[in-house]
């Protein structure tokens, strides 16, 4: 991204120029997590998140915690995606046809990234931000926007289907 700086350009601009310019590649890594390694998916997620943050930059500014702030809204973003009413008719396939480079693999272990992928957003969301963001439970509940209980509950039930997923995955692997 070049900076504008011509006469019209705002410090406003200026200022997220700049956040950009220094955050993008560690919301780009968490967005990668967030959606279990989609390179695509996680590429749209930073870029309405930036959208968003952009259009609340004022908000941003004054929030008390800015981390926080920037996690909820790839969360909302990665929320909201899986809502589309296109993406419940969209089906994978093991090998597309386009596949760019920096695919799962490269990310995360492919079985750990296929069993990810298995679990509803939020509950993939607090293992992202519990394990390997190592948020604590309170930092993790401001990011999702929810009860730090709640965070507890969804990271138990998470990494009981993990284990469920990856145990299942392993048997299968044996036989």
């Not at 504008?4 to 997220?16: A, I």
């Not at 909201?80 to 093991?94: A, G, L």
């Amino acid at each position: 991204m070049r900076p504008n700086r011509g006469p019209g350009e705002s410090e406003r601009d200026r200022q997220f120029h700049e956040f950009v310019a220094e955050r993008r590649g560690r919301l780009l890594h968490t967005a990668r997590l967030l959606t279990a390694g989609d390179a695509h998916l996680a590429e749209d997620l930073v870029q309405t998140a930036l959208t968003k943050l952009y259009v609340s930059w004022s908000a941003f500014r004054r929030a008390d915690n800015p981390e926080g702030y920037v996690r909820r809204v790839l969360v909302n973003a990665l929320v909201d995606e899986r809502k589309r009413i296109w993406r419940r008719f969209e089906r994978s396939v093991p090998e597309p046809p386009d596949q760019a480079g920096g695919g799962p693999a490269e990310l995360l272990d492919p079985e750990l990234a296929t069993a990810l992928r298995q679990l509803p957003p939020k509950m993939r969301a607090a293992i992202v931000f519990r394990f390997f963001h190592e948020l604590d439970v309170a930092q993790t509940a401001a990011a999702l926007g929810v009860s730090p209980g709640t965070v507890k509950s969804q990271t138990a039930r998470a990494l009981d289907k993990l284990r469920a997923i990856l145990t299942t995955t392993t048997l299968q692997g044996v036989n």
